[in-house]
């Protein structure tokens, strides 16, 4: 168990709809990250935070995807007009930023576009 | 830019000993990391290289060569347990904290 946890684990929806994931990091940690996972590839990233600060977005995070983290503490990843291609796992890690530092994943929320 | 490159497959038997690979470009180098990833699960971090040479954890070690651009996973003894996926990632140097990753190598252990 790494600490970091992610809600709901699982969701399935309509193309067209919106849907928002939560992770929760590791307590003592103020970098936050999302990843995308595909079926057979490796982790692509999405974002990162530093505290509430939104640090770096890719390109792969088009206009439908926002991700926020008001706090500091949790984040939400929303994805709004969902399309097929959406569907993944998408993942959240989080580190110190104390130098290189080791990213904890979540569990993951595996989303179904239909 | 950063490139990772690491075999899609492997197979090995309970027991033995198997070397999984992965070669990195990047436009600078920040450290190595290797993380496993049993089907349907978190990442779970392995070992973390950023001098040259090999770094043993238990049954598990890694190796890297800077100026190679390469860095090897070994895992002795294998175990049913240790099927999964192995996901080679660097930092890109100066680009803040994200990780890239290699597509991952499945491996499959078998009796």
Known sequence: ?114 | GQNIDQPTEMTATEGAIVQINCTYQTSGFNGLFWYQQHAGEAPTFLSYNVLDGLEEKGRFSSFLSRSKGYSYLLLKELQMKDSASYLCAAPPYNQGGKLIFGQGTELSVKP
């Open chain 1, 1 to 114: 168990d790494t600490g970091v946890s992610q809600d709901p684990r699982h969701k399935i929806t309509k193309r067209g709809q919106n849907v928002t994931f939560r992770c929760d990091p590791i307590s003592e940690h103020n970098r936050l990250y999302w990843y995308r996972q595909t079926l057979g590839q490796g982790p692509e990233f999405l974002t990162y935070f530093q505290n509430e600060a939104q640090l770096e977005k890719s390109r792969l995070l088009s206009d439908r995807f926002s991700a926020e983290r008001p706090k500091g503490s949790f984040s939400t990843l929303e994805i709004q007009r969902t399309e097929q291609g959406d569907s993944a796992m998408y993942l959240c890690a989080s580190s110190l930023d104390r130098g290189r530092e080791t990213q904890y994943f979540g569990p993951g929320t595996r989303l179904l576009v239909l």
